[in-house]
């Protein structure tokens, strides 16, 4: 017999959101706060906002605890739809920038690697076959930077050219 028990996530504003254990299973943290706190069911994510919660709960409760199929790397195509699942694409591709910053973030925390990998694939599909001046754009970065700036960033972050 399936347990269908229930634990709840409270957010930084207090909210419960609840979720099945079985859902919670692709987040390491909850995960392991479930096997280390067995008594409890109610979990405090202090990091966690609400509407990145509710988005969470979302991509949990549509998984149910089994692992979508992982995102090849390097990035071939800069459409969602040709890179992940018909409903993975749909949901990543309905946040806005700072929703997605945030997601990226909260997903990062709480171990959810699938979730991470989409959002990162996102990340990535935003900059593929662009210019510099274009991902600035892109990213709402108005502040210029000098060229030593930007040799610095695409010596710091030379991995990202390496998995488009």
Same mark, same amino acid.
């Given at each position: 017999?399936?347990?269908? $028990?229930?634990?709840?996530?409270?957010?930084?504003?207090?909210? &419960?959101?609840?979720?099945?254990?079985?859902?919670?299973?692709?987040?390491?943290?909850?995960?392991?706060?479930?096997?280390?706190?067995?008594?409890?069911?109610?979990? /405090?994510?202090?990091?966690?906002?609400?509407?990145? =919660? %509710?988005?969470?709960? &979302?991509?949990?409760?549509?998984?149910? =605890?089994?692992? /979508?199929?992982?995102?090849?790397? /390097?990035?071939?195509?800069? &459409?969602?739809?040709?890179?992940?699942?018909?409903?993975?694409?749909?949901?990543?591709?309905?946040?806005?920038?700072?929703?997605?910053?945030?997601?990226?973030?909260?997903?990062?925390?709480? =171990?959810?690697?699938?979730?991470?990998?989409?959002?990162?694939?996102?990340?990535?599909?935003?900059?593929?076959?662009?210019?510099?001046?274009?991902?600035?754009?892109?990213? $709402?970065?108005?502040? /210029?930077?000098?060229? %030593?700036?930007?040799?610095?960033?695409?010596? %710091?972050?030379?991995?990202?050219? &390496?998995?488009?």
């Amino acid at each position: 017999m399936e347990d269908n $028990s229930t634990i709840k996530i409270i957010t930084k504003e207090k909210k &419960e959101i609840e979720i099945t254990k079985k859902a919670a299973q692709l987040s390491e943290l909850l995960k392991n706060a479930i096997i280390d706190y067995q008594n409890e069911s109610t979990f /405090p994510i202090n990091e966690l906002d609400e509407k990145i =919660g %509710e988005k969470i709960k &979302e991509y949990l409760t549509h998984f149910d =605890g089994v692992a /979508p199929k992982e995102i090849e790397k /390097p990035l071939q195509q800069n &459409e969602m739809k040709n890179v992940t699942d018909e409903w993975s694409a749909n949901f990543i591709d309905k946040l806005s920038l700072d929703e997605l910053v945030n997601l990226t973030v909260a997903s990062n925390h709480m =171990g959810i690697n699938c979730l991470l990998d989409l959002c990162s694939a996102k990340i990535a599909s935003m900059c593929k076959d662009k210019t510099d001046d274009e991902i600035l754009k892109a990213f $709402s970065i108005n502040e /210029p930077f000098t060229e %030593e700036d930007k040799k610095k960033i695409k010596e %710091e972050n030379k991995w990202i050219d &390496e998995n488009l």
